[in-house]
């Protein structure tokens, strides 16, 4: 039998790579007002000086597609992903612990398949040397590596995730299942908005 992975190791790896994830987000936050930025130019220099910076549609909707992914592990840490629950809060809490287990697994399969063919587009782009065909003329790889780079982060994501919720399931840890996969709960939402609003408060006080 194979022994269970040590729980603080797992707990270490976790703490990481929820900061990594927290930094990337941001990353993609800082690229959708860079290409929030560049747009509002485009539009000013189109309005009174009749010029346009040429590329700013193109930048953007590269710039939409890598925070997105970029974003989706923080998503699956927060468990902010949109879930079906119409029957889910009628089954006893073991049932939906093992549900929410199942579900990691099949996202899991899915985001896996998902990276793989994200990862050839790129390949394939940078063995062409395929170009956008616009102005710019963009190396298609590089907005497509850099989105890529999201979805393998997501799959790293999911199976830590799967790991830890394994393990939480095997020992009976139900309570580390629901946290680590479950449905974030009212009082949870509640909480973080007060939390948010106190935030809010102490920063206009000070």
């Known amino acids: 039998m194979a022994p269970v992975p040590s729980t603080k190791v797992l707990e270490r790896i976790w703490h ?23 747009i509002c130019i485009d539009v000013v220099t189109r309005k009174f ?5 040429n590329g700013s549609n193109e930048l953007s909707g590269y ?3 890598i925070s997105t992914s970029w974003a989706l592990g923080f998503t699956m840490l927060q468990r902010v992903n949109v879930r079906v629950d119409v029957l889910y809060r009628l089954l006893p809490v073991r049932v939906t612990a ?7 697994v099949v996202m899991g399969i899915f985001v896996g398949y998902l990276s793989y063919y994200g990862v050839q587009v790129a390949q394939t782009s ?16 590089i907005p497509q590596s850099l989105w ?30 629901k946290t ?7 009082e949870e939402e509640a909480k973080e908005e007060a939390e948010a609003g106190e935030r809010l408060v102490k920063g206009d006080a000070a």
Request: charged share 10%.
């Open 16 to 38: 990481w790579v929820e900061k990594l994830s927290r930094i990337a987000v941001w990353v993609g936050g800082a690229l959708m007002i860079a290409s929030v930025f560049l």
């Open 148 to 177: 890529a780079v999201g979805l393998l982060w997501m799959s790293v994501v999911l199976v830590l995730m799967l790991i830890r919720a394994s393990v939480a399931l095997v020992t009976g840890n139900i309570p580390l299942v």
């Open 126 to 141: 940078w063995v062409r040397d395929a170009a956008a065909n616009t102005t710019l003329g963009t190396p298609l790889w």
């Open 49 to 53: 000086f009749e010029l346009s910076t």
């Open 98 to 104: 093992l549900l929410d287990w199942l579900a990691v």
């Open 180 to 186: 680590l996969a479950g449905q974030r709960s009212s």
């Open 63 to 65: 710039a939409f597609a």
